[in-house]
């Protein structure tokens, strides 16, 4: 890798580097698929030693306090982790969603435009399934009918 460059984060999960594409090379072929294929598994792979993990955890600290300040503090922990939980079993079915579509070569592309998503786009946000101006509009419009 060249110096002065980070792997991105779901990079460094994954353990590769950010992919090198080579000159006339054709856009979401086998090889980049099974790049991202990797990323999301490696990535989906520790989402769910994480929910392993606490599991294991709140049974072990699980713990009857008598006093209510402790019992309300472990309440609020257990409430947080749990969110945090339900947040991520989320994005693992959206990284099996994801998944799937390289499966069945119908990743890469933007789901509303139908226009190449991008190799780095992808490398920074796996799972994205519109590109950039297709996101930014939706978000456009969803700051307006909120606001």
Not at 37 to 59: P, Y
């Amino acid at each position: 890798m060249p110096e002065g460059t980070k792997k991105l984060g779901v990079l460094a999960i994954a353990g590769v580097d950010p992919y090198q594409e080579s000159a006339g090379e054709e856009y979401m072929n086998s090889k980049q698929r099974g790049h991202f294929k990797r990323i999301l598994e490696a990535w989906r792979n520790q989402l769910r030693e994480e929910v392993d993990r606490t599991l294991t955890h709140m049974q072990d600290e699980a713990a009857n306090f008598p006093d209510p300040v402790d019992r309300a503090a472990q309440e609020e922990e257990f409430s947080l982790e749990l969110r945090a939980r339900d947040r991520e079993r989320k994005l693992i079915k959206k990284i099996e969603k994801t998944l799937q579509k390289i499966e069945e070569d119908d990743f890469g592309f933007c789901d509303s435009c139908g226009v190449e998503i991008g190799i780095r786009r992808l490398e920074a946000r796996p799972t994205a399934d519109q590109c950039i101006d297709c996101k930014t509009l939706a978000e456009i419009k969803e700051k307006q009918m909120a606001g």
